[in-house]
Nanobody, 122 residues
Framework: VQLQASGGGLVQAGGSLRLSCAASGRTFSGYRMDWFRQAPGKEREFVASVSRGSWTQYADSVKGRFTISRDNAKNTVYLQMNSLKPEDTAVYYC?????????????????WGQGTLVTVSS
């Protein structure tokens, strides 16, 4: 699966952005789709995931503000980010996993896209 993320940019605190990730290659609908992020000087962390049937999972830090969705017909996954905070500043990565998870329950991606930078100014 090849993944191409887009939609990052500079936004003021309280603003919104929508990230997109277009997938090609293997059957898109067979994978759970994920978003991770990596802030400067920090480890990459899980943000959200969506299953083939649109069951969603979120990190506590983004619940109620971010919404993940997918369009299987367009082979695309989205991350709508509202009420953005400076601490949301990071490189955001889309990923695909075959429904495998770490012992803590975090999705364990098999494929990664390139990142897209989101910068939230205060």
């Amino acid at each position: 699966v090849q993944l191409q993320a887009s939609g990052g940019g500079l936004v003021q605190a309280g603003g919104s952005l929508r990230l997109s990730c277009a997938a090609s290659g293997r059957t898109f609908s067979g994978y759970r789709m994920d978003w991770f992020r990596q802030a400067p000087g920090k480890e990459r962390e899980f943000v959200a995931s969506v299953s083939r049937g649109s069951w969603t999972q979120y990190a506590d830090s983004v619940k109620g503000r971010f919404t993940i969705s997918r369009d299987n017909a367009k082979n695309t996954v989205y991350l709508q980010m509202n009420s953005l905070k400076p601490e949301d500043t990071a490189v955001y990565y889309c990923a695909a996993d075959a429904y495998t998870s770490t012992p803590s329950g975090t999705p364990k991606p098999d494929y990664w896209g390139q990142g897209t930078l989101v910068t939230v100014s205060s």
